[in-house]
């Protein structure tokens, strides 16, 4: 056997090792800060911090169904209507690709509706983004129309 293989068979023997003493529950783990049966705290590390963190639930990826109205202009109301947006504290955001990192104001409404207003860009196509604990969701195209 070789040198390279052997090295390969000696690092595969500690992979379950590995994987086990990083997912030990309630413990500090390097680079994720404190974990509790595998939660991550979004607001800190310290127990008293975890127990009132809200709990976001990452598997459920957000899916935007309607965007109401589907053009307006930049200052104007638009509802984003969709599943999964997940629970106030879990929810971070909403994008225009067309604002590019811009700062959006929304309100959230609950876990399948979002108020936003259109920010003030140029006209022409843009995508709405959602940005929630369970991931990103983008909506079909979008007319900005001109003011």
Same mark, same amino acid.
């Given at each position: 056997?070789?040198?390279?293989? #052997?090295?390969? #068979?000696?690092? !595969?023997? #500690?992979?379950?090792?590995? @994987?086990? =003493? #990083?997912?030990?529950?309630? *413990? ?11 939660? @991550? =705290? ?7 911090? !975890?127990?009132?963190?809200? $709990?976001?639930?990452? /598997? ?6 309607? &965007? ?25 955001? $909403? ?13 959230? &409404? ?7 207003? *259109? ?12 940005? /929630? ?9 979008? !007319? *900005?129309? /001109?003011?």
């Amino acid at each position: 056997m070789t040198p390279r293989f #052997l090295s390969f #068979l000696i690092l !595969l023997s #500690l992979l379950p090792f590995a @994987q086990h =003493s #990083l997912a030990e529950e309630g *413990v500090i783990v390097d680079g994720a800060g404190y974990t509790l049966h595998d939660a @991550q =705290s979004i607001k800190g590390h310290d127990e008293q911090t !975890l127990e009132k963190d809200p $709990v976001c639930d990452s /598997s459920k990826k957000p899916k935007i169904v309607k &965007v109401e109205p589907d053009e307006a202009k930049p200052g104007q109301k638009v509802t984003i209507k969709g599943e999964n947006f997940g629970t106030k504290d879990c929810f971070h955001g $909403v994008a225009f690709s067309a604002a590019g990192p811009a700062h959006i104001d929304y309100i959230f &409404v609950s876990d399948t509706t979002i108020e936003t207003t *259109v920010p003030d860009v140029r006209p022409g196509m843009s995508f709405i983004d959602i940005i /929630s604990g369970g991931g990103n969701a983008r909506s079909k195209a979008f !007319l *900005v129309q /001109s003011k």
